[in-house]
C-alpha cells in the first residue's frame, strides 16, 4: 500500500489537515468496522462461551502486535487501558517508601507526573527532577528510578541514549513513541515502557501496553489481581497469578476494542512498518523546517513525529487553526502550538497548517 493508499484509509482526512495523532491518531475505517462486527455478534449472539473464546484469542493477536512494535516478546507485554495505566502500575507496583528517591523532568506529561505526586503522599517517596536532557547525569545514590518520556510530549525531544547505561531501572513513558518512531526496548535499555494505543497506532481510547523487562519481572508486584490476571481463576484463594506479563493486564477489555485495535495495527501494517515511520519523520522535518523559515521559534526536538513552536497565545492559535480545519494543541503550561505529524499525512496538510497561520 503507497502512501496515498494508506491516506485514503482514513476518512478525516477528506475534510481536515488532523495533526493531532498526539492525542488521538485518525481512525481507519477498517476499525470502525471491526468494532460493529464486535457489536453484531453480541447483539445477535449474546456474550457468553464463543463471545469470550474470540476475545480471549484476539486478546493473544494484539499483544503479539503491539509486542511487535516494541522489539518485545508478547510474554513480556501487558494489556493495559492507557500509557497512564501503565505507569501506574510500574510505580505503585515497585513498592517504593520513604527515602526512595524517583527522579523525572519538571515538564512530563501528567499520565507519569500524576502517579509520582500520588506515590509521594501516600508512600513517602522522594521526587527529584532535571531537565529531560540531563536525567542521565542526575541520578544519584538514592535513586530508585527514573522515570521520563521516551519522547517528550511538549517538545518532541528524544531521552537521552545514556540512560540506557544507568544501573537503576528506568521507566519510559513511551505515549509519542510507539506506533511513531521504531521503538526497540532492548536498545533502549529500560526496565518498563508504557504506552498508548490510541495515539499514533490508530487505535480506540481505551487501550495501551506496559513492557516489563524479563530482569524486572519480579520486581513488580501486580497492583491488583483479577481475572485475567490469573493462572486458574477457578482455584479461589488459592489461584495464582499468571507467570508472566499478563499478570499485569487490565481487569476489563472490550473485544470491539481489540478488533478495532488490531484492525488500525493492520492498516499501518500494510503500508510497511519503516515506511510508515520514516514518512511521518520526514514529513515533520519538513514542517519544522517550514516553520524555522517563517521565523518561528520551534522547540528543541529529535527525529520524531512532533513539532512544537512558539506562540503569543497557543489556545487562540489552536482555535483559530481549527475554524480553518487545521486540527493541532496547544500544550498548557508552555508556550507551545503542536503539530502532529503521520505516514497518513502529506505535503497538502502541512500547506494547509503553514497557509492558516499566515
Ligand atoms: C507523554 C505522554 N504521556 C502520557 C500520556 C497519556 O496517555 P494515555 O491517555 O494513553 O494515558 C500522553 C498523552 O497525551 C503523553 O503525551
Known sequence: ????????????????????????GPVPRAAR?????????????????PYYA???????????????????EPADVALTTSTSEGVVRVIEGLGLGPGDEVLTAPDEHPGLLGPLLAARARRGVRIRTAPLADLA???GPATRLV?????????????????????VPVLLDGAQGAGALAVDV????????????????CGPVGLGMLWIAPAHRDALAPTGLTYP???????????????????????????????????????????????????????????????????????????TTLVSW????????????AGTGVVVRDIPGTPYVRASVGAWNDARDLERLLAALG
Do not use: I
Not at 482526512?13 to 488532523?18: K, Q, S
Not at 532492548?186 to 497506532?201: D, E, I, R, V
Not at 507467570?243 to 481487569?251: G, S, T, V
Open 1 to 24: 500500500m503507497d502512501a496515498a493508499a494508506l491516506r485514503a484509509e482514513f476518512p478525516v482526512l477528506e475534510r481536515a489537515a488532523y495533526l493531532n495523532a498526539g492525542t488521538c
Open 33 to 49: 468496522d471491526a468494532a460493529r462486527d464486535a457489536w453484531e455478534q453480541a447483539v445477535a449472539e449474546g456474550r457468553s462461551g
Open 54 to 72: 474470540r476475545l480471549a484469542a484476539e486478546r493473544e493477536r494484539l499483544r503479539a502486535a503491539y509486542a511487535q512494535r516494541l522489539g518485545a
Open 137 to 139: 547525569d542526575a541520578a
Open 147 to 167: 522515570a521520563c518520556s521516551h519522547v517528550a510530549w511538549t517538545t518532541g525531544a528524544l531521552a537521552p541514549a545514556a540512560l540506557r547505561d544507568l544501573d
Open 186 to 201: 532492548g536498545a533502549l535499555g529500560c526496565a518498563f515502557y508504557a504506552a498508548s494505543g490510541q495515539k499514533w497506532l
Open 229 to 303: 490476571n490469573l493462572e486458574r481463576p477457578g482455584d479461589g484463594l488459592d489461584a495464582a497469578p499468571l507467570p508472566d506479563a499478563r499478570r499485569h493486564d487490565a481487569p476489563s477489555l472490550a473485544l470491539e476494542h481489540v478488533l478495532a485495535a488490531l484492525a488500525a495495527h493492520e492498516t499501518l501494517a500494510a503500508a510497511g512498518w519503516p515506511a510508515v515511520h520514516d514518512r511521518a519523520a520526514r514529513l515533520a522535518a519538513d514542517l519544522a523546517a517550514a516553520l524555522t523559515a517563517r521565523g518561528l521559534r520551534l522547540a528543541p526536538r529529535g527525529r
Open 310 to 321: 512558539e506562540a503569543a497565545d497557543p489556545a487562540a492559535v489552536r482555535t483559530r487553526l
